[in-house]
């Protein structure tokens, strides 16, 4: 089977840098992706890693070590509008999802 | 607009009723999903389609049942709707069947409230 886990809850400023951390377990591996999803709102697509290391896009980075089954989300410059939950998700037959992180950006 | 559309988008009804929520995608993809997400925020697999052909059916209550009537539609019945079914139901796509770089697209959210 598959697993992740990840933080329930992050807190943060405005402007600041944040992480979000995700480990799993799996059996097959096939990379680690990010969503995006408000309240309210549906999950978005952020990021994907299939090898080690960092992948930029804009203010958010993904990082993978494949080693330590361990990925992060980072974003950068936060905003008020980065406040949403962030999952981490395992793309395999289907894609299977962390019980996702809540971001709370406040003033 | 490209994108995965289900409808409706709010649906509330009693305990007993059968109930069908629609999905489709214009985005040409081979693959749709429908995703349950409890109160928790807990995203979790139903089922999945490709090609007409139903690839993973997981431990749901065969109270529900996805019917697709061509590659760009999947609709999700439910009978018989029980309390527990209450939860916000995502139908999603993708190019493949979610290995590799394809990410899902899901559509809005059907919010199923059972009284």
């Known amino acids: 089977g598959q697993s992740l886990e990840q933080p329930s809850e992050v807190t943060a400023v405005e402007g600041a840098i944040v992480q979000i951390n995700c480990t799993y377990q799996?059996?097959?591996?096939?990379?680690l992706s990010w969503y995006q999803q408000h309240d309210g709102g549906a999950p978005t697509f952020l990021s994907y890693?299939?090898?080690?290391g960092l992948e930029e896009t804009g203010r958010f980075s993904s990082f993978l070590s494949r080693s330590d089954s361990y990925g992060y989300l980072l974003l950068q410059e936060l905003q008020m509008k980065d406040s949403a939950s962030y999952f981490c998700a395992l793309p395999g037959s289907t894609l299977t999802f962390g019980k996702g992180t809540m971001l709370l950006v406040s003033p | 607009d490209t994108a995965v559309s289900q409808t409706p988008k709010y649906l509330v009804t009693q305990m007993g009723n059968d109930k069908s929520i629609k999905c489709e995608q214009n985005l040409g993809h081979d693959t749709m999903y429908w995703y349950k997400q409890d109160s928790k925020k807990f995203l979790k697999i139903m089922f999945s389609y490709n090609n007409k052909e139903l690839i993973i059916n997981e431990t749901v209550p065969n109270r529900f049942s996805p019917k697709s009537p061509d590659k760009a539609h999947l609709n999700l019945h439910i009978n018989s709707l029980e309390l527990g079914d209450s939860a916000v139901y995502f139908c999603?796509?993708?190019?493949?069947?979610?290995?590799?770089?394809?990410?899902?697209?899901f559509g809005s959210g059907t919010r199923l409230t059972v009284v």
């Open positions: 890693n299939a090898l080690d």
């Open positions: 999603a796509s993708s190019q493949e069947t979610g290995r590799g770089n394809y990410g899902y697209t």
């Open positions: 799996t059996s097959g591996f096939y990379g």
